[in-house]
């Protein structure tokens, strides 16, 4: 009778080695499926998407010649404004 037995062979000798081998797959195994799913998780708070899309829009500003900033948030030339008083 085997006392540290692990259930995978009666022999104690393949029974520490085919456990040894299990749990090395097994790790090595967690291990590059972890990896592989770290990477290609989606874009956490689309801040690859931002940066493309800022770009995408410098670009388009400096080829019509607008300036890259405005303190206007609306065109002021389309804003329905009260009368001064």
Do not use: C
């Not at 790790?27 to 770009?55: C, H, K, M, T």
């Amino acid at each position: 009778q085997n006392p540290d037995y692990h259930g995978f062979s009666a022999d104690p000798e393949a029974d520490v080695l085919n456990m040894r081998a299990v749990f090395l797959a097994g790790i090595s195994v967690a291990i590059v499926l972890g990896s592989v799913f770290v990477n290609y998780l989606p874009d956490y708070g689309l801040q690859q998407w931002a940066r493309r899309e800022a770009e995408i829009q410098v670009r388009e500003r400096e080829r019509r010649g607008l300036p890259l900033l405005t303190s206007d948030y609306y065109d002021p030339k389309r804003l329905a404004l009260p009368p001064p008083e």
